[in-house]
């Protein structure tokens, strides 16, 4: 009787398991990037597809995906931000965006605040700061100040704070917005916390560029049984597969929106869950939003 047979049937079972996971997870990147069969040109060098899972077949689950890809140079890009919270489509109609995406986290609270915004992160417009970051009781940055988006002569980059305070102060860009995880920065897929707000599936918006300088403009619908949402991991793989080099998470949940001048119900193309119905009406009223002008 062989003495080590247990340990290498554990062994065998491990391996087994192993090579099962690598399995699904390669079979899921093929499903995503086969999936992705027609592009709708929205404006020129701005394109736009949905992508629906309804069989389970990415991640075991129902998915309904939305991407803005914007060709370097084509267009430029601005934050907005309200003192009164306001839904993205309607700061993107006052802005006369072609296109938009819900912002970074906010107070939820729906007052007049014209001295911060409603940002619980910092948030400069035009070169003007109009709100600072709100530190944690020890005074350490929090997950979602963990990087920014900064906006530089309509020209849009992702990046990953150092571990200076006042880091997004010395930032280059007319406009800049804090606001995070960080999900990869240059194809390198940056560690998660293992909580509930990173491994619960939720709506969820991110922000990322590919390395020829392409944007990308993502939102996974959520909280309903035809669009389950992703952990941040599902979401950070995703965009890593769709070719993304720097990936930032922005605020997801009910403030998930993405506006297309002209598209959908009053230009919302994905299915905000707010109104917990799968339609185009459940927008939730946020403090700021990402968006798109052609000049």
Not at 187 to 202: A, I, K, N
């Amino acid at each position: 009787m062989n003495p080590y047979k247990p340990f290498l049937t554990v062994v065998a079972v491990i391996v087994s398991l192993t090579q099962a996971f690598s399995n699904q997870q390669s079979n899921d990147s093929i499903i995503l990037v086969q999936s992705i069969r027609e592009w709708e040109e929205v404006f020129p060098g701005v394109k736009f597809t949905r992508i629906r899972f309804e069989q389970k077949e990415l991640f075991s689950s129902n998915q309904c995906l939305h991407l803005i890809e914007v060709a370097p140079g084509a267009v430029k890009f601005a934050l907005a931000a309200e003192p009164l919270l306001t839904t993205t489509g309607e700061m993107a109609q006052k802005q006369n965006a072609i296109a938009a995406i819900n912002g970074s986290f906010f107070k939820f609270t729906n007052e007049y605040n014209i001295e911060d915004y409603n940002s619980v992160n910092y948030l400069r417009i035009n070169n003007v700061c109009l709100a600072d970051n709100e530190y944690s009781e020890t005074g350490l940055r929090k997950m979602h100040q963990e990087g920014a988006v900064s906006i530089l002569d309509g020209a849009l980059f992702v990046l990953k704070a150092t571990s200076e305070d006042n880091w997004e102060t010395t930032i280059e860009g007319q406009d800049v917005i804090s606001s995070g995880p960080v999900l990869a920065i240059e194809r390198c897929p940056e560690p998660l916390r293992d909580d509930s707000f990173s491994t619960t599936r939720h709506p969820r918006t991110a922000v990322a560029t590919k390395s020829d300088g392409t944007v990308m403009l993502f939102i996974a619908d959520g909280r309903n049984a035809y669009a389950e949402g992703m952990s941040l991991e599902e979401l950070q793989k995703t965009l890593l597969w769709l070719g993304a080099c720097d990936v930032i998470n922005f605020d997801g949940g009910g403030s998930s929106t993405m506006y297309i001048r002209g598209r959908g119900e009053e230009g919302v193309v994905n299915y905000p869950c707010d109104n917990r119905q799968f339609d185009h009406l459940g927008s939730r009223k946020v403090a700021n939003a990402l968006y798109i002008v052609i000049e």
